[in-house]
């Protein structure tokens, strides 16, 4: 198992849990990686200030898709079946993590979004803004599965 860090740099480090040993460099991104967030097999999420997301296979240690964003990504959660992006713009995109299509967007506040989490049981997501702003929804594309992998990949 890895961790990932992110920087002003622009770059993904990927590091050894055990060792802390540096295990490879993912570049990339034209300004600085505000967001990450990895599932539970080999795909990493970044998100930076060149309003871009980064969809990395880290057993390739290889970019396998950039999603094109309207301003900086400040935040990124995963559900099962969705990644939530959380924009500087104070929008919220819901993007299918098979297709990568934009399913769904939710408007937080006009404040950037600089948090999200997700209850995918609860099909909940909440989100908090530079202002100190709360929002939730209830969101039925966070409750569906996966479909077409398995855990595995």
Known sequence: ASLCTGGG?????????????????????????????????????SGGTDGTVRVWDLQLGACRRTLLGRSDVLSLALAP?????GYASGEIHL????????????????????????????GLLVSGSSQGQFSAWRVPHLRRKLQGHSPSG
Request: net charge negative; charged share 25%; aromatic share 8%.
């Open 9 to 45: 740099d622009g770059v993904v480090k990927v590091w050894d849990r055990e060792t802390l040993a540096l295990e490879c460099s993912l570049t990339g991104h034209r300004g600085g990686v505000l967001a990450l967030v990895a599932d539970e097999v080999h795909t990493v999420f």
């Open 81 to 85: 079946a969705v990644v939530a992006v």
């Open 95 to 122: 993007v299918d993590r098979l297709s990568y299509e934009i399913v769904q967007v939710l408007f937080a506040s006009p404040h950037p979004v600089f948090c999200l989490d997700i209850d995918p049981e609860d």
